[in-house]
């Protein structure tokens, strides 16, 4: 009764093994056919989104008017406040000892 069996197992190895290759092809047209697709709806995705969100202009620039540069005497203010950190830092390591 095992060689039966055996021979039996063997028969449904190689009829698995067909039945997994056909399922392979299948898969392998079907990745295909569903990568054709995906691309499709990308293109069609970005041309929509091209169409809904275009690229700003100068026109559409209005948050910057009514602003003004940096003042010219920016330089001066920055020179300052390090100048008083640094005298800062000096004072208390003068204080600690």
Not at 2 to 10: D, L
Not at 12 to 34: G, H, I, P, W
Not at 52 to 64: A, C, F, G
Not at 85 to 94: D, H, P, R, S
């Amino acid at each position: 009764m095992q060689k039966k069996q055996t021979s039996r197992h063997k028969f449904d190895a190689v009829q698995y093994t067909k039945d997994m290759a056909l399922f392979v092809n299948n898969n392998e047209q079907r990745s295909k056919l569903q990568e054709r697709l995906a691309n499709e709806l990308h293109d069609r995705a970005k041309r929509q989104y091209e169409i809904d969100n275009p690229p700003p202009t100068n026109d559409e620039s209005s948050y910057l008017k009514g602003t003004k540069d940096a003042s010219r005497y920016m330089i001066v203010w920055i020179t300052i406040a390090v100048v008083l950190v640094a005298l800062l830092i000096v004072y208390i390591f003068v204080n600690m000892r």
